[in-house]
Protein backbone atom coordinates (compact mmCIF):
# COMPACT_ATOMS: atom_id res chain seq x y z
CA UNK A 1 0.00 0.00 0.00
CA UNK A 2 1.41 3.48 -0.77
CA UNK A 3 -0.53 6.71 0.38
CA UNK A 4 0.75 9.73 -2.61
CA UNK A 5 0.87 13.13 -1.94
CA UNK A 6 1.41 15.97 -4.45
CA UNK A 7 3.47 19.12 -4.01
CA UNK A 8 4.72 21.88 -6.51
CA UNK A 9 1.84 23.24 -8.63
CA UNK A 10 1.35 27.06 -8.99
CA UNK A 11 0.74 29.58 -11.43
CA UNK A 12 3.39 30.16 -14.34
CA UNK A 13 3.68 32.12 -17.73
CA UNK A 14 2.51 30.19 -20.77
CA UNK A 15 6.16 28.82 -22.36
CA UNK A 16 7.18 28.58 -18.55
CA UNK A 17 8.20 25.49 -16.60
CA UNK A 18 7.40 23.50 -13.49
CA UNK A 19 8.05 20.21 -12.08
CA UNK A 20 5.84 18.29 -9.79
CA UNK A 21 6.39 15.91 -7.19
CA UNK A 22 4.91 12.91 -5.50
CA UNK A 23 5.69 11.39 -2.36
CA UNK A 24 5.02 8.09 -1.47
CA UNK A 25 4.51 6.88 1.91
CA UNK A 26 4.94 2.92 2.22
CA UNK A 27 7.64 0.55 2.02
CA UNK A 28 6.58 -0.73 -1.08
CA UNK A 29 6.74 2.14 -3.56
CA UNK A 30 9.29 0.42 -6.15
CA UNK A 31 6.77 -2.39 -6.47
CA UNK A 32 3.88 0.27 -8.15
CA UNK A 33 4.19 1.87 -11.61
CA UNK A 34 2.98 5.32 -10.80
CA UNK A 35 1.31 7.70 -12.60
CA UNK A 36 0.08 11.28 -13.51
CA UNK A 37 -3.26 12.17 -14.07
CA UNK A 38 -4.97 15.74 -14.81
CA UNK A 39 -8.86 17.13 -14.35
CA UNK A 40 -10.25 20.20 -15.07
CA UNK A 41 -13.81 20.74 -13.61
CA UNK A 42 -16.63 18.94 -15.34
CA UNK A 43 -14.24 16.59 -17.42
CA UNK A 44 -12.92 13.01 -17.09
CA UNK A 45 -9.39 12.74 -15.31
CA UNK A 46 -6.71 12.47 -18.52
CA UNK A 47 -4.17 10.54 -18.46
CA UNK A 48 -0.65 12.27 -18.58
CA UNK A 49 2.22 9.78 -17.95
CA UNK A 50 3.11 6.75 -16.49
CA UNK A 51 6.60 5.19 -15.71
CA UNK A 52 6.68 1.75 -14.27
CA UNK A 53 8.02 0.54 -11.14
CA UNK A 54 11.61 0.33 -12.54
CA UNK A 55 12.09 3.44 -14.13
CA UNK A 56 13.10 2.27 -17.44
CA UNK A 57 9.98 2.29 -19.38
CA UNK A 58 7.50 5.20 -19.65
CA UNK A 59 4.71 6.24 -21.34
CA UNK A 60 2.94 9.36 -22.52
CA UNK A 61 -0.12 11.25 -23.94
CA UNK A 62 0.39 12.31 -27.10
CA UNK A 63 -0.67 16.16 -25.87
CA UNK A 64 2.23 16.20 -23.57
CA UNK A 65 4.87 14.27 -25.41
CA UNK A 66 8.05 16.25 -25.82
CA UNK A 67 7.05 18.57 -23.14
CA UNK A 68 6.67 16.74 -20.34
CA UNK A 69 8.72 14.32 -18.73
CA UNK A 70 8.43 11.50 -15.69
CA UNK A 71 10.69 10.44 -13.28
CA UNK A 72 11.02 8.12 -10.32
CA UNK A 73 13.43 8.09 -7.30
CA UNK A 74 12.98 5.15 -5.50
CA UNK A 75 15.57 5.91 -2.61
CA UNK A 76 13.67 8.81 -1.71
CA UNK A 77 9.96 7.30 -3.15
CA UNK A 78 9.34 9.90 -5.14
CA UNK A 79 8.21 10.23 -9.33
CA UNK A 80 8.37 13.74 -10.67
CA UNK A 81 6.50 15.28 -13.51
CA UNK A 82 8.91 17.73 -15.30
CA UNK A 83 6.78 20.29 -17.13
CA UNK A 84 8.53 22.45 -20.02
CA UNK A 85 6.73 24.89 -22.53
CA UNK A 86 3.61 25.07 -20.59
CA UNK A 87 0.29 26.10 -22.23
CA UNK A 88 -2.97 27.58 -21.08
CA UNK A 89 -4.69 24.04 -21.66
CA UNK A 90 -2.03 22.30 -19.17
CA UNK A 91 -4.45 24.02 -16.61
CA UNK A 92 -5.75 21.78 -14.60
CA UNK A 93 -5.14 19.71 -10.76
CA UNK A 94 -2.58 17.36 -11.31
CA UNK A 95 -2.95 14.04 -9.49
CA UNK A 96 -0.58 11.02 -8.72
CA UNK A 97 -1.67 7.67 -8.39
CA UNK A 98 0.04 3.85 -8.24
CA UNK A 99 -1.08 0.96 -9.58
CA UNK A 100 0.41 -2.25 -10.71
CA UNK A 101 1.44 -2.06 -14.53
CA UNK A 102 1.56 0.95 -17.15
CA UNK A 103 -2.24 1.95 -17.69
CA UNK A 104 -3.91 4.42 -19.10
CA UNK A 105 -7.33 4.31 -17.80
CA UNK A 106 -7.53 6.21 -14.50
CA UNK A 107 -9.91 2.93 -13.13
CA UNK A 108 -6.61 0.77 -13.29
CA UNK A 109 -4.95 2.82 -10.87
CA UNK A 110 -5.87 2.02 -7.08
CA UNK A 111 -4.09 4.26 -4.97
CA UNK A 112 -4.23 8.77 -5.37
CA UNK A 113 -3.01 11.72 -4.21
CA UNK A 114 -5.11 14.74 -3.24
CA UNK A 115 -3.84 16.86 -6.39
CA UNK A 116 -2.29 19.94 -6.98
CA UNK A 117 -3.47 22.71 -9.08
CA UNK A 118 -1.39 23.93 -11.67
CA UNK A 119 -2.28 27.45 -13.63
CA UNK A 120 -0.73 28.20 -16.89
CA UNK A 121 -2.16 32.16 -17.90
CA UNK A 122 -1.87 33.38 -21.62
Known amino acids: QVQPVESGGGLVQAGGSLRLSCAAS????????MAWFRQIPGKEREFVAA????????VYASSVKGRFTISRDNAKNTVYLQMVSLKPEDTAVYYC???????????????WGQGTQVTVSS
Open 97 to 111: AASSGLYYDARSYRY
Open 26 to 33: GRTFSAYS
Open 51 to 58: IEYGGRNT
